[in-house]
């Protein structure tokens, strides 16, 4: 499985993300350059996470106009994947690909630290290998996740099961000392109606393999590399020095 992975001026986790797709999954994969506008090689495509374009105006508002974003956009039509990773997330939104937006913290300050995240539906090319209720641990870091979307699309999402993530405790608990941003109803992680593009805003590339104290990031891309292909990235048959 052939995984595209944009890299924008500004873009920074485009080398960790290529370093899970090759040498932990097992899979291959290619940085794209965001002027690019054939994705016909890939399978998948990922948004990864990073500092496009400075996050002048806003974060992804100049991403969203690069050439490239056309053939994204096309790509998803066809019912291909795509994934957002922080970055990529707001990137997602701001290209109307995904429902909502990202505004800045609610403390206003940048944020990184590790969250905890809620499996709220596991009905996606994404997240099938959990099960609802699973409590994965991934690390955030950025300045502007505070999810926000207005109550009717929200109640949308709920019923098609769109809202993916949510952050909590270690225990799996909603409070507002688990979320990190502010994000609106504590979301984390959403899809669009159709479950094939999928963007959040903790970084599963960062928590991937053991060494790193959390291989759960793992499950997401192995979700998608198995979605596509059966006989696949059974986590079972990762490295399992890379799997805690
Ligand atoms: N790690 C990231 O992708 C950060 C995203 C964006 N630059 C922000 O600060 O919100």
Redesign the pocket.
């Known amino acids: 499985m052939h995984f595209a992975i944009l890299v924008f001026p500004?873009t920074?986790?485009e080398r960790d993300t290529l370093h899970v797709v090759q040498d932990v999954l097992g899979e291959t994969g290619a940085l794209v350059w965001h002027e690019a506008i054939d994705l016909s090689p890939f399978d998948a495509v990922i948004v990864?996470?990073?500092?496009?374009h400075g996050?002048y105006l806003r974060?992804g508002a100049v991403a969203r106009f690069s050439p490239v974003m056309d053939s994204v956009a096309e790509f998803a039509a066809n019912g291909k994947l795509v994934l957002g990773?922080?970055?990529?997330f707001?990137i997602l939104c701001e290209a109307g690909l995904l429902p909502g937006a990202?505004r800045r913290?609610y403390t206003s300050h940048?944020i990184c630290r590790d969250s905890y995240l809620r499996v709220e539906s596991n009905r996606n090319p994404f997240l099938h290998l959990t099960n609802v209720g699973d409590v994965l641990r991934m690390p955030v870091?950025?300045?502007?996740?505070c999810y926000t979307v207005d109550d009717d699309t929200l109640a949308d999402m709920e019923r098609n099961n769109q809202v993916v993530l949510r952050y909590v405790n270690r225990r799996g608990e909603l409070d507002d000392a688990s979320n990190p941003n502010g994000s609106v109803s504590n979301i984390a992680g959403v899809c669009n109606e159709r479950g094939n593009v999928f963007g959040l805003?903790p970084?599963p590339e960062a928590a991937s393999e053991a060494i790193l104290g959390s291989a759960d990031g793992l499950r997401i891309f192995a979700g998608m590399t198995r979605e596509l292909d059966p006989t696949r990235a059974r986590t079972a048959d990762l490295n399992p020095t890379m799997v805690l």
């Open positions: 500004g920074n986790c990864p996470g990073g500092f496009a996050d974060t990773i922080c970055n990529g707001q990202l913290n940048f870091r950025h300045g502007e996740g805003m970084h």
